[in-house]
Antibody
Framework: QVQLQESGPGLVKPSETLSLTCSVS????????WTWFRQPAGKGLEWIGR???????NYNPSLKSRVTVSVDTSKNQFFLKLNSVTAADTAVYYC??????????????WGQGTLVTVSS | DIQMTQSPSSLSASVGDRVTITCRAS??????LNWYQQKPGKAPKLLIY???SLESGVPSRFSGTGSGTDFTLTISSLQPEDFATYFC????????FGQGTKLEIK
């Protein structure tokens, strides 16, 4: 059974860096797109970025200047760093496993989500 | 950016009803379309990928159709556990979601 678990601070001060870790169990890290999403309260889902097991990354253009996603396959973990946060970055952050089976990239396993609040 | 628009935004229905949710893309996404279910306080759950392929373990009352720009998710006979919010997601370009359809009990 694939399990993903987010961890990291629940409170970040404005202008500082949000750092989250996603720990993966029950899955190889190979051949998947390890992805971060966020969801502000009462709103829809926003794709933040992803890393392939090779280290290749892609980011949401609206966040690209502030985001880094990386992976440590030896530890079965991947990471999110978001710089210069503001209150607008307050959201539940999810990590997910992306796969391509057939045509589209879709997300078959998700972490439970972690609320990150940006406030002084 | 490809915009995904779902309709309706909310829907009231009864157990046993047949329900259809629509998702429209701002440009053709061929068959790069997936559907998720999300319950309050929980992560999204993949229901259908590639327009119509049912994810393992998902009940057969869920089905999807469409191509190009217009897609539908149908629940053939609503069960109590189906009341949730449903999102479509395209992966023709960077992943993007519809705004969601909240399915409520009538």
């Amino acid at each position: 059974q694939v399990q993903l678990q987010e961890s990291g601070p629940g409170l970040v001060k404005p202008s500082e860096t949000l750092s989250l870790t996603c720990s993966v169990s029950g899955s190889s890290m190979s051949n998947y797109y390890w992805t971060w999403f966020r969801q502000p309260a009462g709103k829809g889902l926003e794709w933040i970025g992803r890393v392939y097991n090779s280290g290749l990354t892609n980011y949401n253009p609206s966040l690209k200047s502030r985001v880094t996603v990386s992976v440590d396959t030896s530890k079965n973990q991947f990471f999110l760093k978001l710089n210069s946060v503001t209150a607008a970055d307050t959201a539940v952050y999810y990590c997910a496993r992306g796969r391509v089976r057939g045509t589209s990239l879709h997300f078959d396993s998700w972490g439970q989500g972690t609320l990150v609040t940006v406030s002084s | 950016d490809i915009q995904m628009t779902q309709s309706p935004s909310s829907l009231s229905a009864s157990v046993g009803d047949r329900v259809t949710i629509t998702c429209r893309a701002s440009q053709s996404i061929t068959n790069y379309l997936n559907w998720y279910q999300q319950k309050p306080g929980k992560a999204p759950k993949l229901l259908i990928y590639d327009v119509s392929s049912l994810e393992s373990g998902v009940p057969s009352r869920f089905s999807g159709t469409g191509s190009g720009t217009d897609f539908t998710l149908t629940i053939s006979s609503l069960q109590p556990e189906d009341f949730a919010t449903y999102f479509c997601q395209q992966s023709y370009s960077n992943p993007g979601f519809g705004q969601g359809t909240k399915l409520e009990i009538k």
